[in-house]
């Protein structure tokens, strides 16, 4: 039949015959690149604007490069809707806002416009993710193809999901929420003469056992997966695919965030000059690159041995902080830790265990009273308010003095850092630490348990932002098999960081104001 009598439908579909192992030709010609103003934030680089000299906009170089991988890996297998090849498979980690949901939305409607009776399963690692983020962008590229008319596009939770029309049943993808299904809704999904495929977003945080499963969707016809995510976990298996036993069975790819034109420079750059290049937490949210083996500990050992090896430089102006972490259990200990300024090293740490709440307000206001005989008074009391911790503060006021509780578990002052606050007050304490803070003497007791407490506690990223957040005691707990104590130390040094009550000096003071003066903590402890 010749051409000018096909309808349009038939053109078009005609047409994207000719993309079926073109995935980057068919985003140019799907897609409305030079008249719809909200898509053209990129403006194509070579060698990719003289492939499409009529096209001034279109995707960034990462993902021209991804698109022309996964073309040649089609043309490679030869596909010819009868004899299964073998899988293709993507696990692509990467820093953070690279456009990855726009790159899957790209990919469900590549093979949803170029496989007949294809059959897809898209998730992520939560329903909030799947549904304002992944699912939504392939709606919005959805509206803006060629092919909006072909499909019924559904957003609604329990129910997202992409069908031809006409062929429901056969020709679809959906969008489904692991933790609101069992391992079983990933099976049985088979297209023996077209392409069964799975996109994972948010990979790294998404159970073993759903990628187990998955398998079995991928035994015929042109079977395919891709897998996207933050490298914030060194376990699992999408950990395995990028860099571990299943490596050598996926395309992998590393992607950097400073590589990608719409990431925020300047913000990158600020993680860069607070950081490192080559810190965890640089690798994980802009390099795509996944942490250090043996490097996830939170407050490295050199750091908390030179702390405790410092010369103690006194200040006469410093202020007095006391952090008190009250005991939530039996084995739990209540800690009143003060610390002078950057002295954490002078004075008594005060520990007891099994005391009640009249009896720790007690302790507490021998404490301010030994400081007030110093000269010193107290100006932060920072107490951990959970459990009695509130019973505790309460007494204290009603006796006319002024603690300030401290919520670990609530929400961090740098919400961008940190998951809680707790996370934020440890990693307040951590740069203390490796710039001025004087800690107990390594061969005390007293040291020796601090160190131990400050560098068994390890930590991760959040998947939505990269918040840190340290591994809970619980778990820490369990990791090290009762081989540890609860950092009820560490803790109480930490809430002396929950807030400024003296204005920061940045850096070292100069040598003319490193005074010894008329206060002298050594004496103090006599």
């Known amino acids: 039949m010749a051409k000018s009598k096909l309808t349009a439908d038939e ?49 960034d170089v990462w993902a021209c490069e991804f698109l022309d991988q996964w ?21 692509t980690a990467s820093g953070h806002g690279i456009g990855k949901s726009t790159l899957s939305a790209w990919i469900i409607k590549f ?48 129910a997202m999901s992409m069908k031809r029309v006409g062929y429901e049943n056969e020709w679809v993808c959906n969008a489904i929420t692991w933790k609101e299904n069992s391992s079983e809704a990933f099976a049985g999904q088979h297209a023996a003469n077209s392409t069964s495929f799975y996109l994972f977003d948010e990979a790294s945080v998404i159970p073993d056992p759903i990628f187990e499963v998955r398998g079995g969707g991928l035994t015929d016809g042109e079977p395919m997966t891709f897998d996207f995510g933050n490298p914030t976990r060194k376990s699992g298996v999408f950990f395995e695919e990028c860099v571990g036993k299943l490596r050598q069975r996926h395309i992998v790819r590393s992607i950097d965030s400073r590589k990608v034109f719409l990431t925020n420079k300047g913000l990158i750059q600020e993680y860069l ?47 007095l902080l006391i952090g008190v972490d009250v005991a939530r259990f039996g084995d739990d200990e209540t800690v009143i830790y003060p610390r002078v300024g950057m002295d954490a090293r002078s004075f008594p740490i005060s520990r007891y265990r099994g005391i009640d709440t009249n009896q720790t307000v007690g302790h507490i206001i021998e404490t301010v009273q030994f400081f007030r005989e110093l000269g010193k008074e107290c100006a932060g009391l920072f107490i951990d308010g959970g459990n009695t911790g ?31 606050k707790s996370d934020e007050l440890w990693g307040r304490m951590r740069d203390g630490i490796k710039t001025r803070l004087a800690l107990p003497d390594a061969t005390s007791a007293t040291g020796m348990l601090l160190k131990e407490q400050l560098t068994q506690r390890e930590f991760g990223y959040t998947l ?10 619980k778990d820490m707990k369990e990791r090290l098999k009762g081989g540890c104590a609860s950092p009820d130390v560490a803790d109480a040094l930490a809430c002396t960081y929950a807030q400024d009550v003296m204005p920061v000096i940045p850096g070292e003071l100069p040598p003319a104001q490193k005074v010894t003066s008329e206060y002298d903590p050594h004496e103090a402890k006599d």
Request: proline share 5%.
């Open 464 to 473: 939505l932002g990269n918040k840190i957040h340290l591994e809970s005691k």
């Open 390 to 420: 509130g019973a505790v503060i309460d007494n204290l006021r009603h006796l006319g003095y002024n603690p300030i509780e401290v919520t670990f578990g609530g929400g961090a002052i740098d919400s961008k850092t940190y998951r809680f």
């Open 273 to 319: 000059e607070d950081y490192g290049e080559d810190s965890d937490y640089f690798k994980v949210k802009v390099r795509g690159v996944f942490p250090a083996a043996g490097s996830v500990q939170f407050i490295p050992t050199d750091q908390v041995e030179l702390a405790m090896s410092r010369l103690l430089v006194l200040d006469k102006d410093a202020q």
């Open 11 to 59: 053109q078009l579909a005609d047409a994207l015959s000719g993309f079926f192992a073109d995935p980057l030709g068919y985003v140019m010609f799907i897609f409305p690149w030079d008249t719809e103003p909200a898509i053209q934030l990129v403006e194509l680089q070579s060698p990719y604007k003289e492939r499409f000299p009529k096209c001034k906009y279109g995707p």
């Open 111 to 158: 093979i949803m416009d170029t496989r007949p009776f294809c059959r897809g399963t898209v998730t992520a690692n939560t329903g909030a993710q799947l549904k304002s983020k992944t699912w939504a962008e392939v709606g919005k590229w959805h509206k803006l193809s060629l092919t909006q008319h072909w499909f019924n596009y559904s957003d609604s939770r329990g």
């Open 71 to 91: 073309g040649a890996e089609i043309k490679k297998r030869h596909f010819d809707g009868k004899k299964a090849v073998s899988p293709i498979r993507f696990a």
